[in-house]
């Protein structure tokens, strides 16, 4: 049985993408910030590479090494570009992209010794478009979409493949958070009119994704943006 670790797996995407593999039969750590008492939860966090390496550790005595690794955790910001000053700029470059460097470095050595790994990263349609007021969120989701790239060409021959999913108009408490707080440009029930599949996406549509790019017959792809939106992004 393959061992997967997922960030941001307390809440919203992450949630739906540790459920989801579960119910597939892997075993599934965890790790989130706040991290609830669901088991095999740990609470870490993604900037910090001491708490990722310690536990990492500790999924690696309980589960095995992990060779599944889906990038979710994440963190949005909403400001004017003339208003961010750089510790929020960092903040959030930190978590979203940083972190992922962080847990690939945790994860990979595990991934190379079985000659096995999937990697998903999940970054944003906002990187496909651009986004107002969003510019530290587009650059750091922009710069994982490179990521992905660059190390899906060096880890292919090791067996390792690495995918990025963008979300668009996720049901999640980050989107309904935005909503309260009005930087959406109307609410969700008024996005869906313009939305072509006409709903909200839920988290579960991010997690089949996931759990399809990390199955055995996804083996052939590798280095690719894979948007899930409703066709809000094409
Ligand atoms: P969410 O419900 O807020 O889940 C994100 C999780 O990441 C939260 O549990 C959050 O903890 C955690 N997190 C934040 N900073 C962390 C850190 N430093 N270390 C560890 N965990 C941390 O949001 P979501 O919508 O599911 O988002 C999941 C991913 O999808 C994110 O990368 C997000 O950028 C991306 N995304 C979502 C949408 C959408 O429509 N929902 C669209 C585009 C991209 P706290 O709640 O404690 O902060």
Redesign the pocket.
Known sequence: MKTAVV??G?????KAVVDRLRADGYRVAA????PGDAEDTYA????DPLQIATALADIREKMGPATILVN?????GFKRFINIDFDEWRKVID??LH?IYHCVQAVLPGMLDAGWGRIVN?????AHSGQPFMAH?VAA?SAVNGLTKALALELGPNGVTVNAV??????????RTAETKRRLGGTVEEHIQRTPVRRV?R?EDIAAMCAFLISEEAGYITGQVIGVNGGRNT
Request: proline share 10%; glycine share 20%.
């Open positions: 960030t941001g307390g809440s919203g995407i992450g790790l989130d910030l706040r870490a966090d993604v900037t979710a955790a994440g963190l949005d978590v979203n972190g999940i970054s944003s349609s906002s969120y989701k963008p979300p668009g108009f996720i049901d999640t408490p980050m989107l996406g988290p």
